[in-house]
C-alpha cells in the first residue's frame, strides 16, 4: 500500500500515515507490519484523526495476506464498507469507535 494510495482513501491527518515515506521499505513504515517474505501482514491505524470513505475498491482490501487490522478511534463517517471479504487470512479486526455507519 503506498502513501499515496492512503491519502487518497482517507483524509489525512494521521501521524502515522504523513511520515510514511514511498522510497522506503513499508515495512519499515510506523503502523505496518510485515512477515519475513516482505508481505503486510499487519495494518494499525487506530486513534490517528483519519476520516473520509472506505469503499470495496480501497487498495486496502487487495492486501491479501493481512491478518491484523485495526482503524479503531477514527472518524470515517461513512456507512460501513464492503471488501472485508476479501481478507480472508484477518484474524484481529478493530474498527472500535472508528465512525462507520449502517
Given amino acids: 500500500m503506498s502513501k499515496r494510495s492512503a491519502k487518497a ?9 504523513v511520515k510514511w515515506n514511498q522510497s ?3 515495512c519499515s ?3 505496518i507490519t510485515c512477515n ?3 508481505q503486510v ?3 494499525d491505524l487506530s486513534e490517528q484523526l483519519t476520516s473520509g470513505a472506505i469503499d470495496k475498491s480501497n487498495c486496502l482490501f487487495r492486501l491479501r495476506h493481512l491478518q ?6 477514527n ?7 464492503s471488501g472485508f471479504e476479501n481478507l480472508a ?3 484481529y479486526l478493530n474498527l472500535s469507535n472508528a465512525g462507520f455507519t449502517g
Fill in 9 to 17: 482513501a482517507a483524509r489525512i491527518e494521521s501521524e502515522k500515515l
Fill in 24 to 26: 522506503t521499505d513499508c
Fill in 29 to 31: 513504515w510506523d503502523g
Fill in 36 to 38: 519475513a517474505d516482505g
Fill in 41 to 43: 501482514i499487519g495494518l
Fill in 68 to 73: 491484523q487490522l485495526n482503524l479503531a478511534y
Fill in 75 to 81: 472518524s470515517f463517517k461513512s456507512k460501513f464498507p
Fill in 89 to 91: 487470512n484477518l484474524r
